[in-house]
């Protein structure tokens, strides 16, 4: 079975998604669409061994049992130096937050996933709230998701704070609790914003479910302001239109052109960019502290605070800090991937859970990168990868919902983790960005329309030939290179140059 | 200057405290305002950043008095290269000796009074005359292997007596006697018969333009008939020829019930005849403005971006541009057939195709020098009307319309497919648009040769292609690649709907807040610059090193070296270096300085913060947080400028 995809390329089954076959007299021809949106025909001679295939090829990529996939049967071919499942143990961020403050500490009360099932096992928390409190506060907010540390800004000393919606509902509940425990991140005096991810109407809808926001009364200390950040369903809808549109060769201009604006994805990298960097401004310029949450505090909420980090903290801009951040803001903060990524654009069905939440966050850092082209020790080709590892992978680093979860699948010790291969110097060189130049400051992208532009290495990834543009950033990497050579060049001709004139002095005084 | 009304009778006119607010954002500074006799200039008072703004008054296209309100009486300048400014002058008088000074100075109505004619950059007569002779349109002929055994030059238009709008130097087939050329001409709009443009030497297919013929509904002329059979004869590789009509059949229709229209097929043997379907200069000109339109409101939401990119219609056009460009060059690379272009007077639809086909098909188009040529030849001596086009007499706004400026795009969209095939960045392109508004050089003024002729434009003014030249390293593409041209002689762009983009650095040149705040293509050109005196500083040690009898390996160069040294930064005020003011020029020689210090004791490290181009939250517009709240305790209103802004407290 495994040859029939061998034809192109080494194709990953469960990097399909979606399989259809016809026939014209015995040449029977597949389709199959992958996951990284890439369309394949294959033409196989023979009926009978074609349906044979597709059938095969349909059940092997829709495998149920999340531990016959193929991260639990793949083993590497290299060999793991360092083990990407130990490289980013909250412990160790911990002690980096330690050196710059002492205001807070890791709670362990939710070490066996009951307070909160989406959280990791160690959280941080303020220092003088204790676990009783936590686990009050947890149960007044959305899937115990209390509010916790996501990013302390060294500069000022302020700090993101996420979490998911307060379970106020209609009569309008409030918990001591959770007031004290967000009031408690605050210094003397100032006040802090909170930011709602979903619009003022959304969130007035919520309380019909038991949902809510903070109210003014209880939280007097604390603005609140509303965004449109989209939800998931109607992400997963706006990518199909996306790529549609991206695939269909016929279009003339207006017709690409409505079909793009109609698939809304440009509005929602807009949206969740714009609230990004108002959450920045806020810690950044304003002085203020700053809670974010939407409605689960699993999607918008992290697109959001692992973006203003980008934008504040240059760590977070290199390899390293970036893969700390996704596992920090997206791994260990319970993105549900596994719901999330399971079928990308082509799904026969529509999956509820399924959303490229975090595909739009890559584009959004991706329009960063493209505005900052120096900024950023990784290139695109780094975002496209972990684009691609999302939805299909040989590793397991993306299987599973929550921290809980994986645990309970032993992905540590039955799957290799996607770093443990990423970050080996044969692999990495692919994602170097050449003209990286370390800068320590905040960076402020623009939110213009006109600024923000179609991600063209996914979505047109397949349809297009990239071959004078991959020539042209060669050359640019050629000059880079050489100039760094001629530049040691130099300096090892002055250094020799130096000792063969301090050597000749004393001979020519006589 | 006497058109300047102001108060004290000073040839400057000053007014203080006026502040220019940000097109996009509630930021607004305060500085001063100074009149001159060709510059409005806008000077900031804040002493450390102080930016200053030059506008030519050829620039600004229109200025308009907006009601006054309490902070003082608006003033909008809109300018030709689509910068847009706003002022506040706190006295309404001023402001008005200020709007209808600027209104008769943007206004002139005498050649004379161009920029160009007093334009003086310190060159004695003999630079001058140099500057005008870079480009020699006779050896481009000679280029491209004309004259030839099947085409020759005529001197039939000598004396600008065939056909005023076309230069004297033409070329046309052997056998197209003069009788044959005059008929031609009488049955052709505006006198303009079919002539050589470009000549592909290795198939001896040839491109022609000309005028619409004068057919009417069944009128015929045997000699234009006998013209378009020289010319099809004269290419020995295809039996037929194309005759392209670069507009939408219906216009081609309608012009027939003036006397005008098309070849007719059965007239005119071994023709195949083909409408492109490119609109005419009112359509562009009404699609433009629709484009600026949407692209100047101020917190445009993705959607009213997308749709009105699409109701302008612009990007529709430059591909149907691009479409014919590509027949163009497919006809005469791969068939080897001649082509014959026209549109309604020869001068706008059938500029562009040419020079476009001309681009895709010729290699030399694609270096600076060999663009320059491109249009001398294409657009100035054939009659492109600049002045009307352009706006550079006092106009008249029918003829106005963007078809130089939709033929620089078409180049910009070729380089974003094609990086590595042009010489030149997109910064050259972005300063030729300016210098076609700024009447600064001779080159573009005018309608005609004819008419350059009469204004005595070599004597009097100075040529763009010689300031071009002198800063040529601003202009570069730093991944050129010579090579690129060999294994592409011929490009053959995508149209895909999708490989059209909107022109960012051309249209909102001036918002800076808009474009990525660290350009590659700076970083990379300054690399390329640090290599060659790098390469340098390598020889020089080499050499101290032989005089102590140490031998060195010599130096691959993995570049070719440059013969030329280069010219030094420009000087140039507000047509310097592209995007900078004249401060951050000097800021960023500061910075290289440094850079070189730096690399002489730690090569790893260039040393001290990176600037980053305008990194301030607020020049973004995300939002700002107008009130900040410390110990205030009223509620207030907090307005963010994007999304739901309200919230109280």
Avoid at chain 1, 240 to 253: F, P
Avoid at chain 2, 403 to 425: D, G, H, K, M, R
């Amino acid at each position: 079975m495994a040859s029939a995809a061998d034809l192109h390329s080494e194709l990953f089954l469960n990097a399909l998604t979606q399989v259809s076959s016809r026939f014209i007299g015995s040449l029977g021809t597949i389709i199959v669409k992958c996951k990284d949106l890439r369309v394949i025909q294959l033409d196989i001679p023979g009926m009978e061994e074609c349906l044979n295939i597709a059938s095969s090829i349909e059940a092997l990529s829709t495998l149920d049992s999340v531990s016959l996939m193929y991260p639990f049967f793949y083993r590497p071919l290299f060999e793991v130096i360092e083990d990407g499942w130990q490289l980013f143990v909250p412990e160790e961020a911990f002690k980096d937050l330690e050196s710059m403050t002492d205001e807070w500490r890791l709670s362990e009360v939710n070490k066996d996933f009951s307070v909160c099932p989406s959280y990791p096992s160690l959280l941080t928390v303020p220092k003088d709230i204790d676990d009783e409190s936590l686990c009050k506060a947890a149960s007044f907010r959305h899937g115990g998701r209390f509010p916790v540390l996501s990013y302390y800004h060294k500069k000022n000393g302020m700090v993101m704070m996420r979490a998911a919606q307060p379970l106020t509902g209609t009569n309008g509940r409030r918990c001591k609790e959770d007031e004290k425990l967000i009031n408690a991140t605050l210094c003397a005096g100032k006040r802090g914003y909170i930011i709602d991810t979903r619009t003022i109407a959304v969130a007035q809808q919520a309380k019909a479910r038991g949902g809510g926001f903070e109210q003014e009364a209880n939280y007097p200390q604390w603005r609140r302001i509303h965004k449109a950040i989209e939800r998931s369903n109607v992400l997963q809808e706006s990518l199909i239109k996306l790529v549609e549109a991206c695939n269909d060769q016929s279009h003339s201009m207006d017709r690409w052109l409505s079909k793009l604006e109609a698939s809304n994805w440009q509005s929602h990298v807009k949206e969740i960019l714009t609230t990004a960097c108002l959450a920045a401004q806020c810690i950044d310029r304003e002085g203020a502290s700053v809670l974010v949450h939407g409605t689960e505090g699993t999607d918008s909420t992290l697109q959001v605070t692992s973006l203003a980090q980008i934008i504040l903290d240059p760590a977070c801009r290199t390899i390293r800090g970036f893969e700390a951040l996704i596992e920090r803001e997206w791994l260990q903060a319970g993105h549900p991937f596994q719901q999330r990524c399971a079928q990308s654009a082509y799904s026969n069905g529509k999956p509820r859970s399924e959303a490229p939440v975090f595909l739009l966050f890559l584009d959004c850092v991706w329009q960063i990168l493209r505005q900052f082209p120096c900024s950023f020790q990784f290139n695109e080709n780094f975002l496209i990868m972990l684009f691609e590892h999302t939805y299909a992978s040989q590793f397991g680093t993306f299987l599973g919902n929550s921290v809980g979860e994986r645990v309970k699948l032993q992905l540590s010790q039955k799957t290799v983790s996607l770093w443990s291969w990423v970050n080996r110097p044969q692999e990495m060189e692919r994602f170097l960005n050449p003209l990286y130049e370390p800068n320590n400051l905040v960076i402020w992208p623009s939110v213009a329309p006109q600024s923000l532009l179609l991600w063209e290495g996914v979505f047109l990834r397949w349809n297009r030939s990239t071959k004078c543009l991959d020539e042209a950033y060669q050359e640019m990497v050629h000059i880079i290179e050489y100039n760094k050579e001629l530049q040691n060049k130099v300096n090892s001709l002055r250094r020799q140059l130096a000792q063969l004139e301090t050597e000749d002095n004393p001979l020519q005084t006589p | 200057m006497e058109h300047i009304r102001t108060p004290k009778c000073v040839s400057k006119y000053v007014v203080e405290q006026v502040k220019l607010l940000d097109r996009f954002s509630n930021k607004s500074v305060t500085g001063t305002l100074h009149l001159t006799a060709t510059h409005l200039i806008f000077v900031e008072s804040n002493s450390t950043s102080a930016q200053e703004i030059w506008i030519l008054h050829h620039h600004i296209a229109s200025v308009e008095k907006l009601s006054l309100t309490t902070s003082g009486c608006p003033l909008l300048i809109q300018c030709r290269n689509f910068r847009v400014v706003h002022f506040v002058i706190p006295r309404e008088r001023d402001c008005h000796d200020i709007y209808s000074s600027l209104l008769r100075l943007l206004r002139p109505v005498s050649y004379d009074e161009l920029y160009a004619f007093s334009y003086n950059p310190k060159q004695n007569d003999q630079q001058r005359e140099e500057g005008w002779q870079l480009i020699d349109l006779a050896a481009e002929f000679e280029r491209m292997g004309v004259p030839c055994d099947q085409w020759q030059l005529t001197d039939v238009n000598r004396e600008y007596k065939v056909c005023e709008t076309y230069p004297r130097d033409l070329y046309v087939p052997i056998t197209a006697s003069k009788p044959i050329i005059v008929g031609s001409s009488k049955f052709r709009s505006k006198g303009r018969f079919p002539v050589l443009t470009y000549f592909y030497q290795e198939k001896k297919a040839a491109v022609c333009r000309c005028s619409q013929p004068l057919s009417g509904f069944s009128a015929r002329c045997l000699e234009d008939e006998h013209m378009l059979q020289a010319i099809s004869k004269s290419n020995h590789n295809s039996r037929y020829i194309y005759v392209m009509d670069t507009r939408p059949k219906l216009n081609a229709l309608a012009n027939r019930a003036a006397g005008k229209g098309y070849e007719n097929e059965d007239n005119y043997s071994n023709i195949r005849f083909q409408f492109v379907g490119i609109e005419n200069i009112h359509v562009m000109r009404g699609s433009l403005q629709k484009l600026l339109e949407v692209m100047g409101t101020r917190s445009l939401s993705m959607t009213d971006y997308l749709v009105g990119l699409e109701n302008s219609g612009w990007l529709r056009h430059i591909k149907a541009i691009m479409d014919a460009a590509i027949f163009l060059a497919r006809a005469v690379t791969v068939e080897g057939a001649s082509v014959l272009v026209h549109c309604s007077d020869g001068w706008d639809r059938t500029a562009q195709v040419c020079a476009l086909g001309s681009l895709l098909m010729d290699p030399y188009y694609r270096t600076i020098k060999g663009f320059m040529v491109l249009i001398e030849k294409d657009w100035i001596s054939f009659g492109h009307k600049f002045a009307d086009r352009c706006d550079q007499l006092d106009p008249d706004p029918k003829e106005v319309s963007p078809i130089f400026t939709q033929f620089l795009e078409c180049v910009w969209q070729l380089t974003e497919q094609f990086p590595q095939a042009f010489e030149f960045s997109e910064w050259f392109l972005i300063q030729i648009h300016e210098h076609v508004h700024s009447c600064q050089f001779g080159n573009f003024l005018g309608n005609s040769q004819r008419q350059r002729e009469d204004l005595q434009l070599k004597e009097r003014t100075y040529s763009l292609w010689a300031h071009l030249l002198s800063e040529k390293q601003n202009y570069l593409n730093p991944v050129y690649s010579p090579s690129f041209a060999e294994s592409h002689p011929v490009l053959e762009p995508s149209t895909q709907a999708y490989h059209f983009k909107f022109w960012r650095n051309m249209y909102h040149q001036y918002d800076r807040s808009m474009h990525p705040r660290q350009s590659i293509l700076k970083h990379v050109l300054t690399l390329k610059e640090s290599n060659r005196e790098l390469e340098g500083t390598v020889q020089a040690l080499k050499t101290k090193l032989q005089k102590f009898g140490v031998s060195t390996s010599p130096l691959k160069p993995q570049t070719p070296p440059r013969e030329r040294s280069l010219p030094p930064r420009p000087q140039s005020l507000i047509l310097g270096a592209p995007l900078l003011s004249r401060k951050e020029v000097q800021q960023e020689e500061d910075e290289e300085v440094i850079g070189e210090e730096a690399r002489e004791d730690a090569p790893a490290s260039t040393g001290g913060e990176r600037t980053v181009e305008g990194n301030s939250a607020t020049e973004n517009g995300y939002g700002e947080l107008k009130e900040s709240f410390g110990s205030k305790n009223e509620p207030s209103v907090v307005t963010l400028e994007f999304g739901v802004a309200r919230m109280t407290c």
